[in-house]
């Protein structure tokens, strides 16, 4: 997985506390309307190509992330 970073915003309490309560009846949290946004924001501003070369990054990081390390034995006679 790519590196993450955390996003802190300030806005009022009274509005997040009635967001949160709608959201909740629609079975969906203010957390993930919030990246649904940023995703559609990322995707309106980034170009196609810049954006596949980051996923193509991604996909490499994410395979040496996995990658297990070669195990070497030594035989003695």
Known sequence: ??????IKLKYPDARVRALRSVLSKKNTTL?????EQLYQLYK???KPEVREFIEEMEEQEETRSFKKPEKKTLSVE
Do not use: F, G, P
Not at 1 to 6: L, N, S, Y
Not at 31 to 35: A, V
């Open 1 to 6: 997985m790519a590196k993450q970073i955390e």
């Open 31 to 35: 957390e993930s309307e919030l990246m």
């Open 44 to 46: 309106k501003n980034v």
